[in-house]
């Protein structure tokens, strides 16, 4: 019985200090991810990975360099996914990575460089696509944070804080609006279009996160509307 009681005991206080602890855990993994952007765009401005569609072979030493630093902090900001949706980082990065580049599109059966996507009953069903909401809500945080590496910002809220909420507005509108409809459209989203008049203002009125923004805009016109995945089949 004082076994038994020494167990609860422990459980307990592990408990709490996982409690204690684990919100000033996630504080420093935050700042380490802003201090990691904050070094990216001070190395990478200017470069513009929109204009050459992720395309690896049409891309320089540096901005190859560009790119696999911009997926290493997509994967970080979104690791909490990756992990819950059955993702290795590599599985991730490769998935992330074909996405963004065109290499697959979000169909019913998502193969990838002999990578089935749909392999677990976690990430597809009979009742579901294979991408979730989530995840692509990171990737379009991706073709959105790259935009903006062009004007040496590495977040619509440091956006915002430049140059001002309207500002903002219209640079998006000039920038970023025809990138989204593009690789909306390049994923399978036939009417990527009916999304256009929405799109500056959703974007930065959803500074925090406008990829998940963009996501469920998209979920709520694919085929099966607002279930928190993506089915453009």
């Known amino acids: 019985m004082k076994i038994f009681k020494k167990i609860i005991l422990l459980t307990c206080s592990i408990s709490l200090l996982f409690f204690i602890f684990s919100p ?4 420093t993994t935050n700042e380490n991810i802003e201090t990691k952007k904050i070094e990216f765009v001070n190395q990478y401005s200017g470069i513009d990975l929109n204009s050459k569609n992720f395309n690896r072979t049409q891309m320089t030493d540096k901005e190859n360099k560009a790119y696999d630093e911009l997926l290493e902090i997509m994967y970080l900001e979104n690791m909490d996914i990756a992990i819950s949706e ?4 590599t599985e991730y990065l490769q998935l992330a990575e074909d996405i963004l580049s065109g290499n697959v599109t979000l169909s019913e059966n998502l193969n990838s460089n002999s990578i089935t996507y749909s392999a677990t009953s976690t990430r597809a069903s009979n009742d579901h696509g294979t991408i979730s909401t989530q995840f692509l809500g990171g990737v379009l945080n991706g073709v959105i944070d790259s935009a903006l590496l062009v004007a040496g910002a590495g977040s619509v809220s440091v956006l915002i804080k430049k140059m001002g909420k309207e500002a903002a507005k219209e640079w998006i509108e000039k920038n970023v609006k025809q990138s989204i409809i593009k690789k909306l459209s390049e994923l399978g989203l036939k009417e990527a279009g009916v999304l256009a008049g929405s799109i500056v ?3 930065v009125d959803a ?3 406008p990829g998940s923004w963009l996501a469920e805009q998209v979920d709520a016109n694919d085929k099966i509307p607002s279930n928190g995945y993506i089915e453009l089949w």
């Open 86 to 89: 059955g993702y290795s980082k």
């Open 24 to 27: 000033s855990i996630l504080a």
């Open 207 to 209: 500074y925090v996160d």
């Open 201 to 203: 203002g959703g974007i």
